[in-house]
């Protein structure tokens, strides 16, 4: 359960309980990291399937584009993280499904993704199955000029596994995709 609100005397907490409002004698709580519960509360939001190249926390005013094509069975979600770590832009790509971002402004960014099962839009991430993985470095997205006109940078990703491939990621905890 997560506790809101205990009374005063420490007698009740107001808990909310399977997406309800609830009231609970407070010496049956016992604290605790609170993650099943929030998990619960993600699930009791719903879980939903968004369309093939939806994008979340999109900061897109740039002229830059990101392909990703995803080879794996189940859905990703792509990420952008500057070096601050803000989130630039988050896509969701369906399994064997091919997706371009554009508008993605000049900066330097990291390519993150995530895969599983049961997509939470409340949570924002997979609940089922989530594994995540981060690009070793940063990409930059910059804009060259030449003497016909300029450039503008199309990163372009494909997620499956290949023994000695020229993408190298690395495993990340969930919690911090």
Same mark, same amino acid.
């Given at each position: ?17 399977n ?6 004698f407070?010496?049956?709580?016992? +604290? ?22 939806? *994008? ?17 069975? +189940? ?24 997706? *371009? ?14 895969t599983?099962?049961?997509?939470? +839009?409340?949570?924002g ?10 690009? +070793? ?11 016909n ?29």
């Open positions: 359960v997560t506790v809101y609100d205990e009374e005063t005397q420490g007698k009740w907490a107001a808990i909310r309980y997406s309800k409002n609830a009231f609970v407070s010496k049956y709580i016992s +604290p605790g990291s609170g993650e099943n519960a929030y998990i619960s509360d993600c699930r009791a939001s719903g879980v939903t399937r968004p369309l093939n190249g939806e *994008t979340f926390e999109s900061q897109q005013w740039g002229e830059h584009s990101l392909k990703v094509e995803n080879q794996f069975g +189940p859905d990703a979600l792509v990420k952008l993280k500057d070096r601050n770590g803000q989130t630039i832009i988050t896509a969701f790509i369906r399994g064997k499904q091919t997706v *371009t971002v554009k508008n993605i402004p000049s900066g330097n960014y990291q390519f993150q993704y995530a599983g099962r049961n997509y939470s +839009p409340a949570c991430f997979f609940l089922d199955d989530m594994q995540a993985s981060k690009a +070793p470095g940063f990409q930059d997205y910059k804009k060259t000029s030449s003497g006109g300029y450039y503008t940078t199309i990163m372009s990703y494909t997620l499956y596994k290949v023994s000695g491939g020229n993408l190298q990621t690395q495993n990340m905890p969930s919690n911090q995709f």
